[in-house]
Nanobody, 124 residues
Framework: QVQLVESGGGLVQAGGSLRLSCAAS????????MGWFRQAPGKDREFVAT????????VYADSVKGRITISRDNAKNTVYLQMNTLKPEDTAVYFC?????????????????WGQGTQVTVSS
């Protein structure tokens, strides 16, 4: 069974940067794509960014375009989320997600595997 383990969260001041990592472990892992969602207190989990496991296709939420970059290292079965110019409204628990077959990779309902989440807090 595939497990996703996030790391890299923490407390940062507004305008700062953080890099999240998500490593997949378990049986042979060959996803269709991986991505990140986030959930702020009292709000629904929302899409942040996704990347196909082959090729260069990436998709970003409008709220993070230009500030956040998703990338992957296939050899390490790891996906990254580089977050720059962070804002207090970016404060949330960030969840790694994986899709094992072709699906619409911006919906929480299509995710096949979730990570446990990592807290990101941006102070003003």
């Amino acid at each position: 069974q595939v497990q996703l383990v996030e790391s890299g969260g923490g407390l940062v001041q507004a305008g700062g940067s953080l890099r999240l990592s998500c490593a997949a472990s378990g049986r042979t892992f060959s996803p269709y794509g991986m991505g990140w969602f986030r959930q702020a207190p009292g709000k629904d989990r929302e899409f942040v960014a996704t990347i196909k496991w082959s090729g260069n296709l990436t998709v970003y939420a409008d709220s993070v375009k230009g500030r956040i970059t998703i990338s992957r290292d296939n050899a390490k079965n790891t996906v990254y989320l580089q977050m720059n110019t962070l804002k207090p409204e970016d404060t949330a628990v960030y969840f790694c997600a994986a899709w094992t077959e072709p699906k619409i990779m911006v919906l929480t309902t299509t995710v096949d595997v979730w990570g446990q989440g990592t807290q990101v807090t941006v102070s003003s």
